[in-house]
Every structure is written in C-alpha cells, then in structure tokens.
C-alpha cells in the first residue's frame, strides 16, 4: 500500500494541483515561488495532530471570487446548498493504491468502500470547509447590498476574522469510482492511516562563534521521549528507564544532601518579625527531569585531539546538516515503532538536503536515502517494513540529477486561466508522462544527458542552448555588451538564465523538453550551408540547403527545405511557442552570411580582420579562409578574454534582444486585497493600543 496521487485544491498557489507519487522517493524541483514549500505546509496543516486553522491569505487567490459570488448568492436568498458549491474550500485528496488480494487492509479497511472487487485505489478526502449551519452567522454583518470596491475591502477584512471562527476540517472516505459514496470520518482513523514527519529546510544550524548552539543535542530529547512510550521497542525502552533510574538515584542524593544544604540559605520567615506568618517555614526542592537534562544541558560533542572533546558547532555545517537529517529520520522511524497501531503509510516530507553540502554529498544523499530507511527496518528485532514514501523538495541540479528522470517533479508558477493577470497557480509537470510521445531513443537521450550532465532547466526562468564552445564561451560577453550599449532594453544578466551546450545536431530533441517545462528559450546554431543535400560544406552564395539538423526539425513544414528559404525567415517565423531560433543571417540587407560563428563573428568585424573582397561573395570567402586560420577553442578564448574589442554578430544580438524581453508576471491583485486588508487590521489593532 501506498499514496500513489495527491490533489490539493484553493491552498495558496495550489489552486488545483495534482502530484503523482513515487513508492519510494518522489524530487520535487522548480523555481523559487512556485508552489514546493505550500505542498509539505497543507500537509502539515491537515495531517497532523491538533485543530487546523488558515487564514484568508491561505486561499488561493483564484479563489476569492468565489467568497464575492457566495455573498451575492445569500444577498438573492439562494438555497444553502447553492451558497455552499459557491464558497471556496481548502481540500486535500489522497489517492491510495493497494493490492485488493491483500487478506488484511489494516488502517485503510474503514475507507475502502468500494464494491468492486478487483478496484486497489482507495481515496481519502479531507476539506476545510464552513461549519454545518454556519451560513447566517458566516454573512452577518456583511454588506446588505452588492459589492462595490469601496466595500471589497471591508468585506475581506471581515473575512479574515469569520473564517477562522467559522470554519472546521471534515474528513472522509470516497468511492473512487462513484463521489456520491462516502463515509464520514474521524480524525483519529486517518492518524492510523498516515504518519507524517517534516524535515524543514531552515534547520538552525547557523554559523555561530559567540555563542554555541546545540541543534543536534535537541534531537536527542525527541529519541528519548519515543524511547520512553508504552509502544517502544525494548531495546529502547530499557535504554530510556536506565535513563530514567539513573536520574532518580541522583534525585535521591540531592534531596538528602544538597537540599540540606540550599535550605540554610534560606531566612525562617519568623526572623521578619511579621504578624500573621508563624508556622510558615520555606523549603527546597529540586527536581531533574531527564527530558530537559537531555536538551538543555546535553551537549554533542565530537572527538578532538589528547582528549579535548569539541563542541558540536565545531563541526562544519555540511556535516551537522547531514547528521540532523539522519537522526531525525531515525526519530521518525522510532516513532513509526512507537505508535499501538502501526500507520499504514509513513510520508516524510525533507526541504531542501542540499544545505551545506557538497556536490558529492548531495548526490551520495538522495541516492542512498531509501538504502538508509531499509537499513532502519533491517535492524529491528522483527525487520517488520517500514511503509515510508519521502518527498524531496531542493533546488540542487546534483540531487536531480543523481534521483533519476522518473522521480522528477517539475513545478512551474502559471497564470490561472480565466483570472486577472498576475493571478497565478502552480502547475506540476511530471516528466515521464509529459514526454511520454516522444520517440524512445530521443527520450533516452534527454534521460542521459539530464542525468549525466545538469539539470538547470528546473531552476531557471530562462534558457539559451548553444551548438558549441565558442558561442557559450562568447555570450555572457555579447550579452554584457548590449545592455552596455542599450541601457534601456530589458536585461538579460539580472535573470536566472542557464546556459547549455547541445550540439547541432541535438538541439531539436530538446524542443519538446522546453516547451514541456514552459521555458523561454533561444536556440543558438549554425546555417551549415551545402552544396546539395548530403553534399559537402560551402559558402552560403554556394549552398543550396542545410545540413543542420536542428533547422531541418524546425522548419520540417518547408517543402522544400532550401538555404534560400532559411534566409528569407523573419523574427515571426523563428518562433515557436516559447522557443525561438537563431542562426546566421547578413549583418546588412544583401550582404554576406556567415555559415558558422566564427564566419560571422569575422564578417561583422570585417574591418579589425582587415577582409578584402568587391562584392559580397568575395567577403563570404575572405572569412572563411581567415576562419579556417584559428582553432575553434583558442578563437573562442581569445576574443572573450584578451580581446573584447568587436561587434557582435546581428543573429545573436536579435536572439539575445527577444529571450531578454521582460515577461515576468505581473503583481497578484487578488492577493493585495487580503495583504492591505491583513494590514488595516494590524493598523486598527495598533491605533487601539495606542488610544
């Protein structure tokens, strides 16, 4: 059995967002703001133990029309029912699959309600939702008339008082094959269902060196407080009693002798002289608790040299963040032990592991974290299976890379159809059903070069993919000599842009990728003129067609594909999508074309090559000749180090101009309404106090 979907709806950016888990490990990568952190806090929220509170910034902002259309509904004396489908709710949806020939179910029996034998999916609802009967009490005081933008505000500030106030979590079981079959639940039947634990990524273990700190000594107080319940395994609980016992004895010699002692510290109240307390004497008691022994005067100590211990903040923060991980992965699992009934899924969410690791020590993490979670089971008395499902959220290539194409994750900030602009949702891609229609051996390319080599296309809010060294060793020099020389365009050096070089003739297997994850792009390759197809390299005057393959999948419409063609292209026509392409082109109408960079780099930079040539044929031979006279990597190195005195080629800069264009989203205007709301109420709290 395990939690193979879930589905939230109306949480912050998770406006409706469906994520399909791994048995075992699912990484969730995408760029900042786009939902990861919002997915492990509505877990949280409502799977853990404790009443489940949000507030009117919790909603997702494509919701809150559905608060103004509610108010309308009860202004028209519509039916509850009707009022209700209106209101936005905060939901959960946990979508189970187990085999249905199991003779035991365990904590999922009461929510298998299907009566289809051979179904294996069991789904579990949990809503945060108006009370029952809670519509009158919900709306009153609200304006009696429609809302204006002048009311907006106080109806939203009233909101942020009523929801809590108002709203309660229901939990229940759904037939997944009819949602009009359910089953009302108890909180405590899904705490037998599901264990939750969350590793946080701000973890404390700063830097410190005035002042020591003991992160890791804490922990040890949680082992100790599972080792000490009903349920713990016995080794542990002999541990916690010896504990316990050898505390008790030390309790028995501070009551008979340092208590004697502090006790003459103390002045016999007679000694005041103050009538009415004769008989009231003051004594002494001082009690130890092992619990805050452990974490408050416990310390973790590493070995040093000739039997100098250091202090835990001694160690590096790489090693301290990994050894937090690791023993609050062994606190979970003895938690998971400690529980009467054994949960029937264990699902721990860890933010970002990457703090303070090394490269190495990132890979080497996720790739052994569910080897560490048997290796937990494999050491109890029983060996019974620990039923954990981790999700990851990080922002390290190396962990994305080393997880494998499968687990991924992508999620991606998007405008919410229909909605104003700037009010967004996140969308979560899964990349081995999003590129699912690929041919096999290209999506096997895509799967061993992410792998093997980067995986920057999930943190960046653009790309640029180059067909070689010399173009990627030259752009961040094009790019910085452009917004020198256009000081107003948009520039492309203040955003998360990465950088890869594919080859000519890959570059096109990466379109589809791009297009997946909704990633502006620029493809940067060559014209490759030939004299005819299959025929051998030329000039471009000479060429008749390409032998690029990147061009040749891009304009595939073209029939026939010829060089004349390619070069009658306008900015229109090398878009695609999210994608544009760029290649050589004539730096001036009718003059020469480069067929490769550095031809073009050359002929743009006619005169500091000193080229001589009559006609624009002549010009197109000059620099290839003079490109033939210098090594790729050494030309590349020169003019982007020791020689930066040149103009770039037109097709880059065109490139460069579009892919730098500003289309950042635009402000939430939703949001602001709950945040100035949030606000005026805080300003009216602090004008009261101060009244």
């Not at 939203?156 to 106030?165: H, N």
């Not at 505390?247 to 502090?262: A, C, E, T, Y």
């Not at 004594?283 to 040299?305: C, I, P, W």
């Amino acid at each position: 059995m395990h939690i193979h979907k879930i589905r939230t709806k109306n949480f912050r950016l998770l406006a409706d967002a469906e994520l399909a888990l791994e048995e075992k490990t699912t990484v969730i990568v995408g760029r900042n703001n786009s939902g990861k952190t919002s997915l492990s806090e509505v877990m949280r929220r409502l799977l853990t133990d404790g009443s489940t509170t949000f507030q009117l910034e919790d909603f997702s902002s494509a919701s809150y029309d559905g608060f103004c259309d509610a108010h309308q509904a009860h202004l028209n004396d519509a039916e509850e029912v009707a009022i209700r489908a209106l209101l936005p709710t905060i939901e959960l949806r946990l979508h189970f699959r187990y085999d249905p020939a199991q003779p035991e179910l365990g904590p999922l029996a009461p929510f298998v309600i299907d009566l289809v034998p051979d179904c294996g999916d069991a789904l579990v609802v949990i809503r945060y939702e108006l009370k029952d009967g809670g519509i009158a009490s919900f709306f009153e005081g609200q304006p009696d008339h429609p809302l204006t933008p002048d009311t907006r505000l106080d109806f939203f500030r009233m909101l942020r008082e009523r929801i809590p106030a108002n709203f309660t979590t229901k939990i229940w079981a759904e037939d997944p094959n009819d949602t009009d079959n359910r089953r009302q639940m108890q909180p405590v039947a899904l705490r037998h269902l599901v264990k939750t634990g969350f590793i946080n990524a701000q973890r404390g273990l700063d830097d410190v060196t005035s002042k020591e700190s003991d992160v890791l000594a804490k922990v040890l107080e949680g082992l100790f407080s599972t080792a000490a319940s009903e349920m713990a395994e016995p080794g542990d609980k002999l541990i916690a009693d010896a504990l316990t016992s050898a505390v008790q004895d030390i309790q028995v010699q501070m009551d008979n002798n340092f208590g004697g002692q502090l006790q003459k510290l103390l002045p016999t109240l007679q000694s005041f002289g103050y009538p009415g307390l004769g008989g009231q004497e003051l004594h002494t008691e001082t009690t130890l608790d092992v619990r805050r022994l452990l974490s408050n005067f416990t310390k973790v100590r590493y070995a040093g040299y000739n039997g100098v211990a250091l202090p835990e903040s001694y160690n590096g923060l790489g090693v301290r963040n990994l050894i937090f991980i690791l023993l609050q992965l062994v606190g979970f699992y003895k938690a998971f032990r400690a529980e009467p009934i054994a949960p029937g899924v264990h699902l721990i969410f860890i933010e970002e592991p990457e703090a303070h690791l090394h490269p190495q020590m990132q890979e080497v993490f996720i790739r052994r974290l569910a080897k560490i979670a048997q290796q937990l089971a494999d050491g109890a008395d029983d060996a019974a299976p620990w039923p954990v499902q981790f999700v990851v959220s990080t922002h390290s290539s190396h962990i994305a890379n080393e997880a494998g194409f499968e687990s991924i994750r992508f999620f991606l900030g998007a405008d919410t159809p229909g909605a104003q602009a700037g009010v967004r949702q996140t969308k979560i891609k899964d990349l081995r059903e999003g590129l699912a229609g690929k041919p096999e051996p290209e999506k096997q390319f895509l799967h061993q070069y992410l792998t093997l080599t980067r995986c920057d296309l999930f943190f960046a809010d653009k790309a640029v993919l180059v067909e070689g060294l010399s173009e990627r060793l030259m752009l961040p020099v094009v790019v910085g000599k452009l917004e020198a020389a256009e000081p107003a365009v948009p520039k492309l050096s203040t955003q998360y842009i990465t950088v890869m070089e594919v080859g000519g003739a890959y570059a096109h297997i990466f379109t589809d990728l791009l297009e997946f994850l909704e990633l502006r792009s620029l493809i940067v390759t060559d014209l490759d003129s030939v004299l005819v197809a299959g025929g051998t390299a030329c000039a471009v005057h000479l060429g008749t067609t390409s032998s690029n393959a990147c061009l040749k999948s891009w304009f595939s419409g073209d029939n026939p594909f010829t060089l004349d063609g390619l070069k009658a292209k306008n900015d229109e026509n090398k878009r695609k999508g999210r994608n544009r392409i760029a290649y050589q082109c004539p730096e001036v109408a009718d003059g020469p074309c480069g067929r490769t960079f550095e031809d073009a780099f050359i002929l743009a930079n006619a005169a500091k090559f000193e080229l001589t040539g009559e006609t624009p044929d002549e010009l197109e031979l000059a620099a290839r000749e003079e490109a033939a006279c210098h090594k790729k990597s050494s030309f590349a190195l020169t003019y982007a180090i020791a020689d930066t005195d040149w103009v770039a080629p037109r097709y880059l800069l065109d490139g460069v101009r579009w892919l730098a264009a500003d289309d950042m989203p635009a402000a939430d205007p939703v949001l602001a309404i709950a945040l100035e709301a949030a606000a005026a109420d805080a300003a009216d709290v602090g004008d009261a106090a101060n009244g």
